[in-house]
């Protein structure tokens, strides 16, 4: 799909607040509310938009150990890899997954309540699947910089 600058600024908008009404985004962007309606629909038929979602403080939520987990795979064979992945989609710590070049095969976003349950989800989760040769974690300390909307 083909965006235009009107597109990208109702993703720019929704972006910021997904909760705002069709209304107020023609009223944002200089068009009828329906307009702005039609348009929505159509970036979320296309797949642009793949949902919506609340933004929860994590540590408020009672997840206060964030960390980055880098994965090595054992090998490279697509069930292997398969498997590991679907163990991670599976884990409720395991927020998100990356796949990367370089020296580790995965990069794995976790959050946990605690260092006692971080410890459990490395020792007794991933060190324990047999796809996985080793794991090299960092806790994050303080970010710095809340994830951000994309550069649209």
Not at 3 to 28: C, K, M
Not at 46 to 62: E, I
Request: glycine share 6%; hydrophobic share 45%.
């Amino acid at each position: 799909m083909s965006l235009d600058d009107t597109d990208r600024a109702l993703l720019t908008a929704l972006q910021r607040d997904a909760r705002l009404t069709n209304q107020q985004l023609g009223d944002s962007l200089h068009l009828s509310g329906s307009q702005a309606g039609r348009r929505r629909q159509a970036l979320e038929a296309d797949g642009v938009v793949q949902g919506y979602r609340a933004h929860v403080d994590a540590a408020r939520a009672g997840l206060s150990v964030q960390a980055f987990v880098q994965v090595v795979l054992t090998s490279h064979d697509r069930a292997h890899a398969a498997d590991f992945l679907s163990h991670c989609h599976a884990s409720r710590e395991v927020v998100s997954v990356w796949a990367l070049t370089g020296d580790a095969d995965y990069l794995l976003r976790v959050y946990c309540a605690d260092l006692g349950r971080f410890n459990a989800v490395l020792q007794n989760d991933l060190l324990q699947h047999p796809a996985v040769a080793r794991v090299h974690s960092q806790i994050v300390l303080d970010q710095v910089k809340d994830d951000a909307a994309l550069p649209i």
